[in-house]
Nanobody, 124 residues
Framework: QVQLTESGGGLVPVGNSLRLSCVSS????????VGWFRQAPGKEREFVAA????????EYLDSVKGRFTISRDRVKHIVYLQMDSLNYEDTAVYYC?????????????????WGQGTQVTVAS
């Protein structure tokens, strides 16, 4: 069973930054796209960002474009989500997931393995 572990969440003031990390228990990242999703209280899980297997292609939710950056270290098998200029609407549990595809995809049903999530809270 593959396990994905997110870290880096926390409580931050509006306008600050956080960097989330996603590590796999086994190397499932080498040939797979990886995505970040989030779920706020009372809302459905939504796509945030995705990166292709080699980092050559990325996708972003419109509301995070220019503020969030997804990247990957293929040697260390870690995928990052750098989040800058955080605002209240970014408060959510953030999940990483490994795709069945090598591409960067927004489609939730393309993702096979999911982490347990890390809480991000943006407050005044």
């Amino acid at each position: 069973q593959v396990q994905l572990t997110e870290s880096g969440g926390g409580l931050v003031p509006v306008g600050n930054s956080l960097r989330l990390s996603c590590v796999s228990s086994r190397n499932t990242f080498s040939n797979n796209g990886v995505g970040w999703f989030r779920q706020a209280p009372g809302k459905e899980r939504e796509f945030v960002a995705a990166i292709s297997w080699n980092g050559g292609s990325t996708e972003y939710l419109d509301s995070v474009k220019g503020r969030f950056t997804i990247s990957r270290d293929r040697v260390k098998h870690i995928v990052y989500l750098q989040m800058d200029s955080l605002n209240y609407e970014d408060t959510a549990v953030y999940y990483c997931a490994s795709s069945r595809s090598a591409a960067a995809t927004r489609a939730t049903n393309m993702y096979r393995y999911w982490g347990q999530g890390t809480q991000v809270t943006v407050a005044s």
